[in-house]
């Protein structure tokens, strides 16, 4: 009998295991992708940024799946009319909040008085890669 190459049945066998290989490392890249990009994320509901009387407010809804969002897991910036010059707003002017999935809360009650002017406003928040702008008229 003269043998060459591989039978038909190992060449299917090293096939699937190089397959399942595969699928294992893309499962194991897209797990953790995934988790990191679901692990915290948020929406500024429907009339949940306004403005009165030089008060800015912001609400937002923990959309994250099984995680607490906490204020400190925010970032936020201001931008102020006329000149657009980007202030952060300082980190204890933001609520403390922990927020469970689906719940909603005050996370900005910002109070900028005259020295912030007429205008909308612009305020960029973000957690990691879900960043959210919501101009604001004051």
């Known amino acids: 009998m003269d043998r ?3 039978t038909p049945i190992v060449a299917v066998i090293v096939l699937l295991l190089i397959t399942i290989a595969l699928v294992g490392m893309a499962w194991a890249f897209l797990n953790n992708y995934i988790r990191n990009i679901i692990t915290k994320t948020f929406i500024i509901p429907t009339n949940g940024a306004f403005c009165t009387g030089g008060k800015i407010s912001i609400f937002v809804t923990n959309t994250a799946y099984q995680h607490t969002l906490v204020d400190e897991d925010f970032d ?3 931008h102020i009319p006329p000149n657009e010059d980007s202030r952060e707003i300082p ?3 933001l609520k403390d909040i922990e927020l469970e999935e689906n719940e909603e809360g005050l996370l900005v009650d910002y109070d900028c008085g005259s020295e912030c002017g007429e205008g909308y406003h612009t305020v960029i ?3 990691g ?3 959210q702008e919501v101009s604001i008229p004051c």
């Open 76 to 78: 936020v910036h201001l």
């Open 125 to 127: 928040l973000g957690i």
């Open 4 to 6: 060459k190459g591989i």
């Open 91 to 93: 980190l204890e002017n």
């Open 129 to 131: 890669g879900n960043v």
